[in-house]
Every structure is written in structure tokens, then in C-alpha cells.
């Protein structure tokens, strides 16, 4: 089994995706051209893309920024920078178009898209994006005169294809100095970053001459500017698209209903919202996998997941892939515990707690458990978390809860002071998901939970022999391992619905594809 990343930034991923999108808008609705408003809920504070990995931040790089290939939602592998390409179970060779610039008209050549695979997979740089968007191990060759790129692994990688539609290519003037990308971009994609006004919004503008997007597509019907703006409250992000100030933006909670009413379209996509995983570290109560059961048992996860949702989520099928997984089956139903008090209880005596008073305690001390939570989901998500937090209370435990945003999602995770964390993983392929799983503890990697499942790692080695999807039903029980040994249980995935008004997109999983974005009919 191949060992995972290292980066504290890395961990920013889990909790924070799309599915919080939100926020306040001037679009082109209010007379300022041809301006498309797209609402977050947050100042992701960083839009580097060789760092951040803050889903909303990710979706707004893939205006300025490119990659290999494109996946569509029906799992196809279409072209991007790269117009064809080679592959077999360790190595793919792509061959890049010859017409694709960079913002300052810079040609993007094979030595280019080399030089960042090395860069990731270089130990001085200790990237985040290594073991993530980049397999360990993987070297990357070029010959520009053929305008081909090679990536090889001296072992399987079965997703190696599939997974460079992950990466997005920086320009090689930003490379080595890339930190300046956090607020300015150095890329090849259909929209360069033009102005940043912290907290409050990011403005792109449409580059001329753009042809190489996804299966060849160009942006000339694409809006000249779009706008990201930050506002966290979802009656506001209501009141504002109601009035035509705001263009596009996720409604979760009771206000969509005066969106439906009032005859606006949404476009759905499917996230992974509700997921616990667990601390394991020696000095946790929860290394104990009887306590961690214990804990699931104790609350309702069903009805924790329908107050997450507002009623309108779904089960999951798998643990943290988003739309159009590459592998299909069901790796969750049946394998949840029931909610189940009493069970819970016997499953803490056996581990040798007492309960007196109304509390649990063990060698003197009580029951104390800690859960950090994604702040920026809403109140939905808010109140999900307090009835969680109260039906443990009734159970015997005592709880305290820390809301994250982007900036300390990172340093609590990784600092490991907390017994359970609600924080949803968002990945495209089942080996992304290694890092958090398996491998190194922070901070040389992305293990905060200090995980070693034997059969997981067993089930993960056999599925990494196989090509692509012929591992899938490996994958597939490697993620049920996860779930009966409570290393981490996913409940609820959310409908998340993208409001619009005037525009048509689509959704991929990774947010608003840009190439989709158009003006419809008359405003």
C-alpha cells in the first residue's frame, strides 16, 4: 500500500466544501454588464493552488487555472491542456495542444507540467498536494519538440488518469515563488484573478482567445466577469436573489422555499455532509473502538442527519466521493450502528467505564469528549451539531464543540485536541482519500486521527494492484472497514441547491463548471 501526504495545509479539505456556498451579490442583474455573481461563504484567505485545498477556493481556481484532462459528471475522461494521451496500470504520457497560453501569452509547454510534478513530489517542498492530487513515487518526464508528458510510477496507481483532472497547472513564472498566488493568479484558464477585496469579494474577467478548454471547449459565450462574494447568511443570500442582486447561490435551510415559490430554478449536486471520524491516538478515550461505538449508538444519526439537511439529504453510498465516483457500489448501507442507548452502554461497561451520577467515568475520570465542527455550513448544520451534543449529554458524556472556518480548520485538526471531529471529506477517487486514513501523523502527514486498520490497509494494497475500476470492489470494502471498526461513519449526504437566475451551469462535484457558465434569455 503506498503511504500518504504530508502538509498541514492539506487538512483544510475536510468540512469546508461547496455545499456551504452563500453570500451577497451585485450581478448582472444590477446593470454592471455582463457580470455573473456566484455567492461563499467565506474569505477562503488563500487561492493558491499549489497550497490551498479549501473546497470553494479549489472551485474558484478552475476559472484562472487548467488541467491535464476533465472528468464529466457520467465519469468520461475528456481533454483539457492535454488533447490526447496513453495509459497503462503505472504510467501515462499525455501530449499537450500546442495553443495553450499563459496570462502573459507565454506558450505552456510539456517542460512546463513536468517542472510542477516535480516540484510537488520533491520532499524539501513538503507540498500539500502530495499524496492527494499527486501518487507518491510518481516522476514526470517531458520532451517539448514532441509536446508530450510522461508520468510513471514504479508502482500501480490506478487512478494515476483519472486524477490529474485534480491539478491545476500553474503558469512557470508563478512556480517557484508561488505564494503570491494567493491573491493574483499565473495560469491558462478561461479567467484571470483581477481584483481581490479581502472578505468581501474576488473579481475575474474573461481572457480573449480562450480554446482549449474541456472536450475543446472555448469561453466567447461565457460572461466577461465573474464575481465571488462573501456573505454567510442564507436569509440574506434569499432576500438578494429574490430582488435580482444576486446571480447564483446555495440555499440549504427553510428560505429555498420562498425560492421555489417564487419560480427560481435551482441545479443540484450531491456532497458529502454529515461524517465523523474519530481520534485514535493513545491519549484519547476513543482509541478504544468500544467507546467509539458507543458513541455512534448513543445518538440518532438519522434524525441528526435530516436536521443537518432540512430533511432533504440522502444516504451515502460511499465514504466522501462526490458526484460521478468512478466506483459505483455501495460501500456504507448496513454497516452504520443503530441507534441503540442501551447497547451503547453495555459497549462502555465491557470497556470498563461506570456511570454514576448521570456521568460515565473511568481511573477517576469522567467521559469528556471534544468535537470540532465546520462553522460556516449554517444553522441547519448548527443545530444538527447541538442535537447531537445533547442527546451524548443525556447519554452520560460531557461534550464541548469548536466551529472551524478555513483559516483553523488546519491547526485543530492537526493538533489532534479533540475525540471526534464533524468533518466531511470531499474526494474524487478512493485513493485520495488515503492520507487521512493510513500513513504518517501530523505533522509529516495527514493521519490526525492517528488510524491503523490492519484490514484497511490489507483491503487498500489488493486494491491498488488493480487497474482503475477493476479494484473497485477492493475500494469498496476497504471503505465498509473503515466504517464497522467506527474509524469514521458518513450519515448523510446533502442536496445542495445552486439557485440561478438568468445563467445556465453545471455541477460536478467540484463546484460551477466554468466552461458551463452562460447567460440565458433576457434579464
Known amino acids: 500500500m503506498r503511504r500518504a501526504s504530508r502538509g498541514a495545509a492539506a487538512a483544510v479539505a475536510l468540512g469546508l466544501f461547496a455545499a456551504g456556498c452563500g453570500g451577497t451579490g451585485v450581478g448582472g442583474s444590477s446593470g454592471d454588464g455582463d457580470t455573473v455573481t456566484i455567492a461563499i461563504p467565506s474569505d477562503p484567505s488563500n487561492l493558491n493552488p499549489m497550497t490551498t485545498l479549501v473546497s470553494y477556493a479549489t472551485m474558484m481556481n478552475r476559472f484562472s487555472y487548467d488541467s491535464l484532462v476533465n472528468v464529466r459528471t457520467d465519469g468520461r475522461i475528456v481533454s483539457g491542456v492535454a488533447e490526447k494521451w496513453t495509459s497503462d496500470a503505472n504510467s501515462v504520457t499525455f501530449t499537450l495542444r500546442r495553443d495553450v497560453r499563459c496570462e502573459n501569452g507565454a506558450p505552456l509547454t510539456a517542460a512546463d507540467v513536468a517542472a510542477q510534478y516535480k516540484h510537488i513530489v520533491d520532499p524539501a517542498n513538503k507540498s500539500p498536494l502530495y499524496g492527494l492530487m499527486v501518487p507518491p513515487g510518481v516522476t514526470a518526464t517531458a ?17 494515476l488518469l483519472r486524477g490529474t483532472s485534480m491539478l491545476r497547472l500553474v503558469c512557470p513564472s508563478s512556480l517557484k515563488d508561488s505564494d503570491k498566488l494567493a491573491h493574483t493568479s499565473d495560469g491558462t484558464g478561461p479567467y484571470r484573478l483581477a481584483e481581490v477585496v479581502a472578505g468581501d469579494h474576488f473579481t475575474f474577467v474573461k481572457r480573449p482567445g480562450y480554446t482549449w478548454g474541456p472536450d475543446g471547449a472555448d469561453n466567447s459565450a461565457s460572461p466577461d466577469r465573474v464575481v465571488f462574494k462573501v456573505v454567510g447568511n442564507e436569509s440574506t443570500r434569499t432576500n438578494l436573489l429574490l430582488s435580482g442582486q444576486l446571480d447564483i447561490a446555495s440555499v440549504m435551510g427553510a428560505d429555498r422555499a420562498r425560492l421555489t415559490a417564487a419560480g427560481i430554478k435551482a441545479v443540484i449536486e450531491r456532497d458529502p455532509l454529515g461524517m465523523l471520524l ?58 452504520l450502528p443503530p441507534h441503540d442507548p442501551a447497547q451503547a452502554a453495555a ?14 467515568s473511568k481511573d477517576g475520570k469522567q467521559l469528556s469528549i471534544s468535537m470540532p465542527y465546520p462553522g460556516v455550513f449554517g444553522t441547519q448544520l448548527v443545530s444538527a451539531v447541538e442535537l447531537a451534543v445533547k442527546q451524548w449529554e443525556s447519554f452520560g458524556a460531557k461534550v464541548s464543540i469548536q466551529p472551524t472556518t478555513a483559516s483553523t480548520n488546519a491547526s485543530i485538526l492537526m493538533g489532534g485536541q ?18 487521512f486514513f493510513s500513513g504518517p501523523k501530523p505533522p509529516e502527514g495527514l493521519n490526525f486521527g492517528s488510524l491503523d ?25 476497504a471503505e465498509s472497514e473503515l466504517i464497522k471498526r467506527a ?10 441547491p445552486y439557485f440561478v437566475r438568468g445563467y445556465s451551469f453545471e455541477l460536478d462535484g467540484g463546484g460551477v463548471v466554468p466552461s458551463s457558465l ?5 434579464r
Request: some cysteine; charged content about 20%; proline content about 8%.
Open 143 to 159: 520532451d517539448n519538440e514532441a509536446g508530450t508528458v510522461t508520468l510513471a510510477s514504479s508502482q500501480p496507481t490506478p487512478f
Open 453 to 477: 486498520n490492519p484490514e484497511y490497509q490489507r483491503l487498500v494494497g489488493a486494491a491498488m494492484a488493480r487497474p482503475d475500476t477493476a479494484g473497485c470492489p477492493e475500494w469498496t470494502a
Open 418 to 435: 479533540w475525540e471526534l471531529a464533524w468533518a466531511p471529506i470531499s474526494v474524487s477517487t478512493p485513493d485520495q482519500i488515503l492520507p
Open 487 to 496: 474509524d469514521a461513519v458518513t450519515f448523510v449526504d446533502s442536496m445542495t
Open 518 to 522: 452562460h447567460k440565458v434569455g433576457g
Open 278 to 335: 474519530f481520534n485514535e491516538a493513545p491519549n484519547r478515550v476513543t482509541a478504544d473502538v468500544r467507546v467509539r461505538r458507543a458513541l455512534l449508538s448513543a445518538i440518532d444519526l438519522k434524525q441528526i442527519g435530516a436536521v443537518a439537511t432540512g430533511g432533504k439529504g440522502m444516504a451515502p453510498l460511499r465514504l466522501g466521493i462526490t458526484m460521478g465516483p468512478p466506483c459505483t457500489e455501495d460501500s456504507v448501507t448496513g454497516h
Open 347 to 360: 459497549l462502555m461497561r465491557e470497556a470498563g467505564w461506570k456511570k454514576s451520577g448521570g456521568r460515565w
